[in-house]
């Protein structure tokens, strides 16, 4: 009579199960919705009747509108291996530049002074990121140091420009029809905030430019010796990035009706950690805006909960490091595992 022998587990099977679960988890992006979900959870319990209404899920969109818009172009830019930290800074500044022409020929017309504030926004910050791809591509100074330097230049112009005191939109106009128009239930200033993203996917998943930013940043010498124009492709997506802050920029001042030169300080890191989170890997040639749309969720989320469970406001920044330092190590796990297979 035979007689069945069990096996015990050998003793690091389970934790290599859970290895294998939690490498599973993070190099795909539907683990970014379930940190979602369970911080909007965690807050309504926190904050019960507060967090989880209408008025501040529609704030919510709202505040992540900007930061959108602004990391649409930041995932161009880190797929294609670089990055841009100045984003908040060329914010600001088109802002200023941007009111005050709308301010200048408010008087005259207000839909015209709307039409030139669009257009000297977005020129702006196009001109901004000529200038970072520039040094960038042909000079060859790294991007940590070039953005970190015009991050500085841009807002000292804009303080400069302004004495440092903000300056109030005179065109009520823009505020009614953008900062607080509504279509049916929806903000407009989130539906144009949808637009652009929907508009990011087209262009990256569709278009030669696309496939041109990973391919760039997946080999860029690689890319060069099958006929891609690097340096241009670089200056032009360093050109969308800063252009798209700009178009923020209006974004931001049709909201509040005035520039916020002491605010979007974090607009660059946010929008990083959420172009990351959202499954664009840091190192570049992986990624897409898809997932940047619900990873700059995050960060909006937590520092929302974070005001509603009485927290100081100080602490926003601190939540939005620790949520950094969260998106690269997870790139880094979905990027080794990458590698392994």
């Known amino acids: ?15 290599g199960a859970l290895r294998r679960v939690w490498s599973a988890v993070a190099d795909s992006n539907g683990w970014i919705v379930l940190v979602l979900a369970g911080l909007v959870l965690l807050f309504s319990v926190l904050a019960p009747g507060q967090f989880f209404t209408q008025f501040n899920l529609t704030s919510i ?43 200048a020929i408010a008087p005259t017309s207000q839909p015209l002074a709307i039409v030139v504030g669009l257009f000297v926004a977005v020129a702006t910050g196009v001109a901004w990121g000529i200038l970072n791809g520039v040094v960038v591509s ?4 790294p991007a940590l140091i070039t953005t970190l330097a015009t991050m500085g230049i841009a807002l000292g112009l804009a303080q400069v420009i302004t004495n440092g005191t903000n300056v109030s939109l005179q065109v009520p106009l823009l505020t009614s029809s953008l900062g ?81 030169i002491g605010g979007h300080t974090t607009d660059s890191l946010e929008s990083i950690a959420g172009t990351i989170l959202g499954g664009t890997s840091l190192f570049g040639g992986v990624g897409g805006i898809g997932g940047t749309i619900v990873g700059v969720l995050i960060p909006t989320v937590l520092k929302n909960g974070l005001i509603i469970v009485g927290l100081q406001p100080f602490w926003q920044g601190v939540a939005i490091g620790v949520v950094l330092i969260a998106a690269v190590f997870i790139d880094q796990l979905r990027r080794r595992r990458r590698n392994s297979m």
């Open 1 to 15: 009579m035979s007689t069945l022998t069990e096996h015990p587990p050998a003793p690091d099977a389970a934790p």
């Open 61 to 103: 969109a709202i505040g992540t509108s900007v930061i959108l818009v602004i990391a649409v172009g930041q995932t161009f830019l880190i797929i294609s291996g670089s990055f841009d930290l100045s984003v908040g800074s060329v914010l600001i500044f088109a802002s200023v530049v941007s009111s005050l022409a709308m301010n």
């Open 138 to 141: 042909v000079l060859r100074i």
């Open 180 to 260: 607080s128009g509504r279509l049916g239930p929806f903000p407009v200033i989130v539906l144009l905030a949808v637009a652009i993203a929907v508009v990011g996917i087209w262009l990256l998943s569709t278009t030669k430019f696309g496939r041109y930013s990973y391919a760039i940043g997946s080999n860029a010498e690689a890319a060069r010796r099958v006929g891609i124009k690097v340096r241009r492709h670089e200056i032009a997506v360093f050109a969308l990035t800063s252009g798209l802050a700009g178009l923020a920029a209006f974004m931001s001042v049709a909201q509040y009706g005035t520039t916020a």
